[in-house]
C-alpha cells in the first residue's frame, strides 16, 4: 500500500479574509453580468432578467453554504475534489475534480472572450479599427488568447501576487458596476414613467426563466474558488466560510441592481429604438448590456467608456480566479497520482504548480479561440451545476457519516434542507441548458465520459491511498451466497470468546454466512505501511473465533483500517450487504459527546442493517431472560433475540412493559401473540409482566434487579432518535444499558426507508 508521498515544497499561506472574499466576487462579476443581461432579456423578458439573478442567488446561497461548512472542515487545496474524495472515494473525487478543472478553464476562457469583445466594440465605434487588415472576429480571438496569457503569467508569480492583482482589479469593477446600478435607480426616480419598461414582466413564461437560470449559472460560481484557497488562507476555517457566503450575498444584490438599471436604461420613444425598450437592449445580444448603459449615461460615448472599463476590471479578475482554481483543482488531482505526478510539481522561487498552471493554460487558450460565446458560456454553467450538485450530496453524506471525526469551522442552519434544495434545483436548470446551447449538452458530457476513462485506464490503478479512506489490509472469503448475512466485528482474542455462543446462536436461527471484521487501530501519527505491527491481535481474535464457527457456518473475514472505528465498520456493513452485525461494547463511553460511545454511537445512528451490540455476556446459558418493549419494530427484535439466546431447553423470556400513570395500558399481551411468529421459543415459556409507574427508567431498573426474577440477560431496543439528538438529553435506553451490572444486549432493527436511506447514503 502506498502512502501520500512527503511534499517538501508547500504552498505558501499569504491570502487574508479580504484576498479571497474579492478572489470570490472577481471571479463572479464578470461574464454574468456582460454576457449574461441582453441574452437573458430577449429570451425571458424584463422581469425574467431580475428573477434571473435573483432566484440564482437563492440557489447559490444554498449551495455556498455545503461549500462553507466542508471547507471549514476540510480546508485545502482541491476544493470539490477533497469533499467528494471524503464522501465517496477515489472514482467520484477523480470527476469531481476532472469537472472542476475543465469548467472553471471553460469560465477562464468565457472572461477572455468578454474582454476581447468589449474591448473591441468600443474601439470600432470610436473608429480606430479601420487600418486592421484581419477581421475584427480573428482579432477579437488574438486579443482573447493575449489577455489569458497575460493572466497565465500573473497567476505563475504566486497566490500573494494574484490575490493582490486581483483584489485591486475586483474593487474597480465592483465600483464600476455599483455605480451603473446606483445611477438606473436615481434615473428610474427621476423619470418613474421608465418603470413601464418591465411591461409585461415576463412576456416568455417561467419556462423561459429556467433556460436563462442555467444560462446565467456561470456568474454565481465564484465561491468554489475560495473553496480552492485552503491551503493558502490565512486562519482558513473561519475565513473561508466567510468569504463564500459575504461574496454570494454582495454579488447578488450587485447583479439585481445592475439589472434594474439596464431595463430602465433605455426611454420608450428614444430615436432609433424601436418597439419595447427591453426588446430592443435584447437584440443586440451579447452586447446588449453596453447599448443600454451608453442610452443610461449622458453621452454614449461616456457610456461606452464606463462600460469598457467596468469590462476590463470586471473580465480581468473573473479571469484572474478561474485561473487560479482551474490550477489548484489539477495540482490536487496531480498531488494524489490521479493524473501525472509533475501536476503537482511546486516551482521552488514561485511556490506556485507550474506544470498544472501550464496545462490549465492550455485548455483556457484552446476554448477562447474555438468555440462561441454562448456555448462556452452554457458548458461552464453545465459542468458547475453537475459540480455543485455533487457537493450538495457531498455535505449530507459527509455531516451523516464523519460529523463526530471533523472539526467544523461553519456548520450551516437547517440542516440538510438548503443542499436538497438546491440539488433539485440545479438538476432542472442542467436540463432546461439545452434550450440555449446544443454544442455545450455535447460537450460537457464528452468531458465527462473521457474523465471516466482516463480514471479507469490511468488514475484507478496509480492513486495514492489518504488518511481519510478506508483500507482492506487482508481479506478472505468464503465465497458468495445468497444466505442470510451476520458480521462479527472482533476487537481482540478475549473479546472474540465472548462473542461467540450469541453468535452462533443467531447465526443457527438464521441459517446464517458469517463475516468477520477487524478494524486495525493504527495511530494517526504512524504511516499505514506500518498497519502490519497493529494487526496481531486481530488476526488472534479471526483465528479463535473462526475455530469454533467455521465447522457450522460459511465464513468469511477483513482486516481493514480506518481512522475512525464505527465510519469503517458501517462501510464494511453497507459493502458486504450484512442483514445483521454483532459487536461488543465495553459499558463506557469516555466522552460526553456520545452515550454509548463514540464507536457505537455513530454505528447504531449509520448502520443499515439490524444491530446487537452485547456488554458483559461471555460464554455462558441465559435461563431468565427479561425484554423490555414499549412497542415498535425494536421491541420486537429485542423479544426475537431475547428468545434465541435463551436456553433451549430451561430458558424463559419474560416480555416487561412500563405504561406511565398518564398514559393508556400497553397490552403487552396481545403485542406478544402478534409476533409469537418470530421467537423460538414455545409459549408457555414465555411471559408478560407490567408495571404502572411515573417514570419509566425507575421501573424498569428495578424490575431488571428484582431477586424473585433472578434475570440473568436483559435485551433492549435502542432510542428511535439520533445520537446527535441524544446528546442533548439521553432516551431510557441507554440510561438503563450505561448503568445496567448484568449481562445486556441493546438491539436495532432495521427495514423501511429509514434503512434503505442509510445504505446508499
Not at 462579476?29 to 442567488?57: D, E, H, W
Not at 426563466?209 to 449559472?217: A, K, R
Not at 461467540?500 to 478494524?519: N, P, S
Not at 487501530?521 to 479471526?542: C, K
Request: charged share 20%; proline share 5%; glycine share 8%.
Amino acid at each position: 500500500m502506498a502512502d501520500r508521498p512527503r511534499v517538501t515544497t508547500e504552498l505558501s499561506r499569504d491570502l487574508s479574509l479580504f484576498h479571497i472574499t474579492m478572489m470570490g466576487l472577481g471571479m463572479m462579476i464578470g461574464a454574468g453580468v456582460f454576457i449574461g443581461i441582453g441574452n437573458s432579456l430577449q429570451r425571458a423578458g424584463p422581469g425574467g432578467l431580475l428573477l434571473t439573478f435573483a432566484l440564482n442567488g437563492v440557489i447559490a446561497i444554498f449551495t455556498a453554504m455545503s461549500f462553507a461548512e466542508l471547507s471549514s472542515a476540510i480546508p485545502r487545496a482541491g476544493g470539490a475534489y477533497n469533499f467528494a474524495r471524503i464522501g465517496f472515494g477515489r472514482g467520484t473525487s477523480f470527476l469531481a475534480g476532472w469537472m472542476e478543472w475543465f469548467a472553471s478553464s471553460v469560465a477562464g476562457s468565457l472572461y477572455a472572450v468578454v474582454f476581447a469583445t468589449y474591448v473591441l466594440e468600443f474601439f470600432v465605434r470610436l473608429g480606430f479599427l479601420e487600418w486592421l487588415p484581419i477581421p475584427v472576429e480573428i482579432a477579437r480571438k488574438i486579443l482573447a488568447f493575449s489577455v489569458a496569457s497575460v493572466f497565465l503569467y500573473v497567476n505563475y508569480r504566486g497566490a500573494s501576487e494574484t490575490g493582490k492583482i486581483g483584489a485591486f482589479f475586483t474593487l474597480g469593477q465592483t465600483l464600476f458596476v455599483a455605480a451603473i446600478a446606483a445611477l438606473g435607480v436615481v434615473t428610474a426616480i427621476r423619470d418613474p414613467a421608465r418603470l413601464q419598461n418591465f411591461q409585461p414582466f415576463l412576456p416568455m413564461g417561467w419556462s423561459a426563466l429556467l433556460v436563462t437560470m442555467g444560462f446565467i449559472y456561470v456568474a454565481f460560481e465564484g465561491f468554489e474558488v475560495i473553496a480552492q484557497a485552503g491551503d493558502e488562507a490565512v486562519d482558513p476555517k473561519r475565513n473561508l466560510p466567510k468569504a463564500m457566503l459575504y461574496s454570494v450575498m454582495i454579488v447578488t444584490l450587485t447583479y439585481v441592481g445592475v439589472s434594474f438599471a439596464t431595463v430602465v436604461a433605455v426611454k420608450a420613444g428614444t430615436p432609433g429604438v424601436e418597439g419595447a425598450p427591453w426588446a430592443w437592449i435584447g437584440s443586440f445580444g451579447d452586447t446588449g448590456f453596453g447599448q443600454a448603459v451608453s442610452q443610461l449615461m449622458p453621452a454614449p460615448f461616456l457610456g461606452y467608456l464606463v462600460v469598457t472599463l467596468a469590462v476590463i476590471f470586471s473580465s480581468t479578475s473573473a479571469l484572474n480566479a478561474t485561473i487560479y482554481s482551474a490550477t489548484r483543482s489539477s495540482y490536487a488531482l496531480g498531488r494524489d497520482r490521479m493524473l501525472s505526478p509533475a501536476f503537482a510539481k511546486i516551482s521552488r522561487r514561485r511556490k506556485t504548480p507550474w506544470v498544472a498552471l501550464l496545462a490549465t493554460g492550455a485548455i483556457v487558450l484552446t476554448v477562447a479561440t474555438l468555440l462561441p460565446t454562448t456555448d462556452v458560456a452554457s458548458s461552464a454553467s453545465i459542468m458547475f451545476l453537475a459540480l455543485f450538485l455533487m457537493v450538495n450530496v457531498c455535505v449530507i453524506k459527509i455531516r451523516l457519516n464523519m460529523g463526530d471525526e471533523l472539526s467544523y469551522g461553519f456548520l450551516m442552519p437547517l440542516f440538510p434542507l438548503f443542499p436538497v434544495a438546491a440539488m433539485i434545483c440545479q438538476a432542472v436548470l442542467a436540463v432546461w441548458l439545452v434550450h440555449m446551447s446544443l454544442v455545450a449538452w455535447i460537450v460537457a458530457p464528452l468531458w465527462i465520459l473521457g474523465g471516466l476513462a482516463f480514471y479507469h485506464l490511468y488514475a484507478k490503478s496509480r492513486a495514492v491511498a489518504t488518511e481519510d479512506e478506508i483500507h482492506v489490509l487482508e481479506e478472505q472469503s468464503a465465497g458468495e451466497g445468497d444466505e442470510y448475512r451476520i458480521m462479527v466485528a472482533v476487537a481482540n482474542p478475549e473479546n472474540a470468546l465472548s462473542l461467540v455462543r450469541t453468535t452462533y446462536a443467531l447465526c443457527g436461527a438464521k441459517e446464517a454466512r458469517v463475516e468477520l471484521l477487524h478494524m486495525v487501530p493504527v495511530p494517526d501519527q504512524v504511516p499505514l505501511s506500518d498497519a502490519d505491527r497493529y494487526m496481531v491481535e486481530g488476526r488472534e481474535a479471526i483465528a479463535e473465533t473462526m475455530l469454533y464457527l467455521a465447522p457450522s457456518f460459511p465464513l468469511s473475514s477483513t482486516i481493514r483500517y480506518c481512522r475512525n472505528v464505527g465510519r469503517g465498520i458501517v462501510s464494511a456493513v453497507r459493502e458486504k450487504r450484512v442483514n445483521l452485525l454483532i459487536m461488543g461494547w465495553h459499558g463506557g463511553r469516555h466522552s460526553r459527546r456520545f452515550t454509548l460511545g463514540s464507536t457505537v454511537d455513530p454505528v447504531i445512528e449509520r448502520a443499515p442493517c439490524s444491530v446487537v451490540i452485547l456488554k458483559n455476556v461471555r460464554d455462558q446459558k441465559f435461563k431468565h431472560v427479561l425484554a423490555a418493549v414499549a412497542g415498535g419494530e425494536n421491541s420486537a427484535f429485542a423479544l426475537e433475540v431475547g428468545s434465541i439466546l435463551a436456553d433451549r431447553e430451561e430458558g424463559d423470556l419474560t416480555a416487561f412493559t412500563v405504561v406511565p400513570e398518564d398514559r393508556e395500558a400497553f397490552d403487552v399481551d396481545e403485542y406478544v401473540e402478534r409476533y409469537l411468529d418470530r421467537l423460538v421459543l414455545p409459549r408457555h415459556r414465555v411471559r408478560t409482566r407490567r408495571a404502572r409507574a411515573r417514570r419509566i427508567e425507575p421501573a424498569l431498573t428495578a424490575e431488571i434487579e428484582n431477586p424473585d426474577e433472578d434475570y440473568d440477560l436483559v435485551v433492549l431496543g435502542c432510542t428511535r432518535d439520533p445520537y446527535v439528538h441524544r446528546f442533548v438529553r439521553e432516551s431510557v435506553p441507554e440510561r438503563v444499558a450505561a448503568a445496567c451490572a448484568k449481562p445486556l444486549v441493546m438491539v436495532q432493527a432495521s427495514g423501511g426507508l429509514r434503512s434503505w436511506i442509510k445504505r446508499w447514503l
